[in-house]
């Protein structure tokens, strides 16, 4: 039987189209569908998402205004923030702005890319939920399921009426299964998968790829073998038949993302004026993720040139950008290959830690963020940032103390690398409890 579904997410920053991108292959197309931005959509669809896309964009990027910036933020986000998982309680009572979304949805937003969807009889994976609510309300004839992208969701996540309704959730972690209990989803209609990590990067059912990236990687960060002194036996356990102490392919590798709003650009000026030193001196490689926005691009590559270190550019200093997201998402992943630090704020990307890749987490935007932090923490695969301006100090106090090649296979070891798999054996092969989840959290 061919493993078919519609792969959908929307064009709205880079989190629901990044954990799309590892599911396209089940698509029929081989693309990833754009609720928002699809040929044929009709006017009014548009103009509704549109308004929505500038807005989240507008927020985002406002909270880096002086003085009122943070506090406009911190009130929008109230809105939508997610409540305090405890005392445990009811949590099902839908929200205003849920009950806005489906007075829209039932004025006819989204029944055209349904009646679309509809003319092949295969399930719905989708990574944003009101594609979901659009499948349910207009119709849609086989199964849908709402990839989770956070390590906490709010209540718009869930259906008007979850006791009633027949969407499938597949989870992130932990809390998101016990948060989703909370918001009233009937318990068979949550499988805890794992986010979708990309599977070049892992490499197969045994991580071959994975693991000796993640060898390479161990020696870069731990170059006084303070780690591997003292968790030897873990990583010969982990990584057996690699022999990680031959392996060192490449300088020192920081790679600092931004995300799809590029509203925390200002911090790569910091970082490359910290940097210069050691960046003219060879002593680290930097990479900064402009994604598939020109301005941060072009921002980048001007304050590169203004801090004295254009004649470097494209050796040991690059700019990962591209103008489709498509390509940029697979370019990302070749870059991570080598990359031995992941610097960016705590969206969907601190589930890439499981790649076994240490994340310094840049300051939060917005609740899920705060709940992605602390997910991160908890595992040991994440460490705030300290003072921009002094990155050249702490980063390298970090390498040489071994505490990122702890970060980095806590990761590997907490972290669920297997999402892709998870989720085709619970949507194809009615699988109720995927493999490998022996993971805490």
Known sequence: MEQ???IVAVDMGYGHQRAAHPLRRLSPTGKVIAANNYQGIPANDKRIWKGSRRFYEFISRVSNWPLIGEKFFNLYDKLQAIPDFYPRRDLSAPTLQLKEMYNLIRGGWGKDLIDFLNKQDIPLITTFFTVAFFAEEHEF??????VICDADVSRTWVALNPQKSRIKYLASCRRVVDRLKLYGVKEENIFLTGFPLPEENAGGKNLEVLKADLAERIVSLDPEH????????????FLKDIKIEERHKHPLTLTFAVGGAGAQKG????ILASLKKKLLNEEIILNLVAGARNDV???????IKEIGLGKILDRNLRIIFAVEKEDYFKEFNDVLRSTDMLWTKPSELVFYSALGLPI??????GSQEVYNRVWL???GAGISQNDPRYTSEWIFDWVNSGWLAEAAMSGFLDGRQFGVQNIVDVVFHGVLE????YQLL
């Open 4 to 6: 078919k579904a519609w």
């Open 141 to 146: 004839k086989n199964d849908i399921y709402i």
């Open 226 to 237: 303070r780690y591997r002194q003292k968790y030897a036996a873990t990583v010969k356990q």
């Open 267 to 270: 911090l790569a000026r910091a």
């Open 297 to 303: 691009f072009v921002y980048f590559r001007d304050h």
């Open 360 to 365: 310094i987490m840049a300051p939060s935007l």
């Open 377 to 379: 923490k908890t595992i």
């Open 434 to 437: 995927p493999a490998k989840n």
